[in-house]
């Protein structure tokens, strides 16, 4: 019984032991890791305080021009809310700081070696000898044949009317399964200069096909986002038989002129402006935006535009030389060509 008291009794020694030797480990490990967060704590301090290798003149001097940024940021401030003011009221201010123009995609496009400038000779002559340069000279008025696949939808036929109502001198017709080179050959012999033929997909126009008769050239575009008046909460009686204004912007390069001329030689030369009516062709990172206004005089002073419909956006997929059918004088590969961002071809 002795010995069984004795090695119990050991036993129970050991097992404090053990214990108290953990837990002396534990408090060592916890007064280990409060020391360096103290350390971290007062070097964050001391950066906060106090950066290093930094003297008073530095940081004095930091120090005014921060609070000059300051207040000039507030004057320019100022100077805006005058002149928002200003205009509110009628008044025009004269203000000495210019304003940045920012920086956009189109404002840093790469440079292309057929970019256009004012007073070019050789494009001049180039143009002089076209197959638009009778058009320019006012030789013919444009008459124009609209039309659009087979067994067309709803929507492409609403398209088509919308097309002859902005074209005064346009005429629909409906394809009844003939091909498109026959169908170039009649309009030449009735006596049309320009053929449109609207494609479509999934019931919705997604084409737009030009020719210009007799010798061409063709130009497929791509068509997105067509709505008719309905659709931009218009009534298409608004718009008038007048002829319309027609306004082509921002087209820089030899490709981009050559589009411009053909969708200009669509409408009549000579503009009727007692309808008061602008279609608009602008160009921006090659998709070309048509928008249909009219101008709304509200007195001598104020005049502002209304739109009629339709709208819609092209992008150029290829042109070609003859009447659909000849050499391709341009055409777009995605993989090869749109390399950059700022990289544009009209």
């Given at each position: 019984m002795v010995?069984?008291?004795?090695?119990?009794?050991?036993?129970?020694?050991?097992?404090?032991?053990?214990?108290?030797e953990t837990l002396t480990d534990d408090n060592m490990k916890m007064e280990n890791t409060n020391e360096v967060e103290e350390i971290r704590v007062r070097k964050r301090r001391k950066k906060t305080l106090m950066p290093s290798r930094s003297s008073i003149n530095e940081i004095r001097n930091k120090f005014i021009r921060n609070k000059a940024f300051r207040n000039q940021k507030h004057e320019i401030r100022k100077l805006r809310a005058e002149e928002s003011k200003a205009k509110k009221k009628g008044v025009k201010v004269e203000n000495d700081t210019p304003r940045k123009k920012p920086h956009t995609i189109e404002s840093l496009r790469e440079k292309d070696e057929t970019m256009l400038y004012e007073g070019d000779e050789e494009l001049e002559q180039e143009e002089a000898t076209d197959t638009y340069a009778s058009y320019f000279n006012k030789s013919y008025v444009p008459k124009i044949l609209v039309t659009c696949s087979d067994?067309?939808?709803?929507k492409t036929i609403a398209f088509v009317r919308e097309l002859c109502r902005l074209i005064p001198e346009a005429e629909a017709s409906?394809?009844?399964?003939?091909?498109?080179k026959k169908l170039i050959k009649g309009a030449t012999e009735n006596g049309f200069t320009d053929v449109l033929v609207v494609n479509e997909d999934k019931r919705v126009p997604n084409g737009l096909l030009v020719v210009h008769l007799p010798e061409g050239p063709t130009a497929l575009f791509r068509l997105s986002n067509p709505k008719i008046c309905k659709e931009?909460?218009?009534?298409?009686?608004?718009?008038?038989?007048?002829?319309?204004?027609?306004?082509?912007?921002?087209?820089?390069?030899?490709?981009?002129?050559?589009v411009a001329r053909m969708l200009g030689a669509l409408f009549h030369y000579d503009p009727e402006f007692k309808g008061r009516r602008v279609c608009t062709f602008h160009n921006q990172r090659d998709y070309i935006f048509f928008r249909h206004h009219r101008y709304e005089f509200k007195n001598t002073q104020k005049v502002r535009l209304r739109e009629l419909g339709p709208r819609f956006t092209l992008r150029l997929e290829w042109l070609q030389q003859g009447a659909f059918e000849g050499d391709y004088e341009w055409a777009l590969k995605r993989h090869d060509m749109e390399t950059s961002r700022r990289r544009f071809f009209l």
């Open positions: 010995k069984m008291e004795n090695t119990t009794g050991v036993e129970e020694i050991e097992v404090e032991e053990t214990e108290t067994n067309p939808h709803s409906w394809r009844k399964r003939t091909s498109i931009v909460h218009r009534n298409f009686r608004e718009i008038t038989p007048h002829r319309p204004e027609i306004i082509l912007n921002n087209f820089r390069t030899r490709l981009g002129r050559v």
